[in-house]
């Protein structure tokens, strides 16, 4: 079970829209699916489940724990801090349906 003080973090889900202008050219943007509280764990915090999923995810560059019931797919991003990061996986921890980890890297240029 979470505890509510760790999700101290304020992040959103960002979903993949495609819009098309008067000339049917395909727009792309990313749109705030939902926001949510959550934890940010990075390696910094000597985390054992960071250096857990490190092993299997390298480019790895933070994890992101939240209550479960969030529709969030390997196809969304996470905004957190003005930063924009790309979801590498999403993992039901311990397949209770209670904590979900999001496994993200920071988008680059």
Same mark, same amino acid.
């Given at each position: 079970? @979470?505890? /509510?003080?760790? $999700?101290?973090?304020?992040?959103? @889900? $960002? ?11 395909? @727009?792309?943007?990313?749109?705030? %699916? =939902?926001?949510? &509280? /959550?934890?940010?764990?990075? =390696? ?5 489940? #960071?250096? /857990? !999923? +490190?092993?299997? +995810? =390298?480019?790895?560059? @933070? %994890? #992101?724990? $939240?209550? +479960?019931? /969030? &529709?969030?797919?390997? !196809?969304?991003?996470v905004s957190y801090g003005g930063r924009t990061f790309d979801? %590498? ?5 311990? $397949?209770?349906?209670v904590e979900l980890y999001l496994v993200c890297k920071e988008?680059?240029?």
């Open positions: 079970m @979470i505890r /509510a003080g760790k $999700l101290d973090r304020r992040i959103g @889900i $960002l979903r993949r829209v495609v819009t098309h202008n008067a000339l049917n050219e395909e @727009i792309e943007t990313w749109t705030v %699916l =939902a926001t949510h &509280d /959550a934890e940010a764990i990075t =390696a910094m915090s000597g985390s054992r489940e #960071f250096a /857990a !999923l +490190y092993k299997v +995810y =390298a480019e790895m560059g @933070i %994890l #992101f724990l $939240l209550r +479960y019931g /969030a &529709d969030v797919t390997v !196809l969304d991003k979801i %590498l996986g999403v993992i039901d921890k311990d $397949l209770h349906h988008v680059v240029g």
